[in-house]
């Protein structure tokens, strides 16, 4: 599986489920608008490593609203803080989805340390996260967006870049329609 696919399951659900989905910078961000653009994304366009904590941030101020986060592994490597932090609120509402390619994709697919020793479930699971799994299949995946509400899903996958065009819309319009979709307490 590569990410893109893992990308298109996860989009799926959180359309069907009319979940918020705030994905991580670069690549994946492209790979999302891609398969499924729609006003209820957040592309994270400028800050590597803070998508885990804009969804956490965002599930805590509307916890009336399903929010599913897209990170990266080279992402969540850069703020694991965001983990022990995730850990301590246990919002019931946030799905953390954690895409290991092994590699920092959107810079040139550079090696991060997951290719070689780090286990980001075991981290998650010792930040005190207590759902937390792990899949490398596309069946287990869809298993887990429908079983799984809250927590962590790290999803291994190979490394690659779909090749999909840029974003089209300004940073602008994408905060601007994502904050007027937030806006509402009840989902449309």
Do not use: W
Request: charged share 20%.
């Amino acid at each position: 599986m590569l990410r893109i696919d893992a990308i298109n399951i996860i989009s799926n659900k959180a359309k069907n489920d009319g979940s918020l989905l705030i994905s991580n910078i670069g690549i994946p961000s492209k790979e999302l608008y891609y398969v499924c653009d729609r006003e209820r994304n957040f592309y994270m366009l400028g800050s590597m490593g803070l998508a885990s904590s804009i969804g956490l941030g965002l599930s805590l101020a509307k916890p009336h609203r399903h929010v599913i986060t897209i990170e990266g592994d080279g992402s969540i490597l850069m703020n694991l803080g965001s983990l022990a932090t995730i850990a301590s609120q246990k919002p019931p509402n946030y799905l953390l989805i954690i895409i290991d390619n092994g590699t920092y994709g959107s810079t040139g697919d550079e090696p991060t340390a997951t290719s070689l020793y780090t286990d980001l479930a075991a981290i998650a699971r010792g930040a005190g996260i207590r759902e937390v799994y792990t899949t490398k299949t596309s069946e287990y995946l869809i298993q887990l967006m429908n079983e799984v509400k809250s927590g962590v899903i790290v999803v291994k996958v190979k490394p690659g870049n779909a090749e999909v065009p840029n974003i089209d819309i300004s940073p602008q319009t994408i905060l601007e329609r994502f904050m007027e979709e937030t806006a509402s307490n009840i989902d449309k």
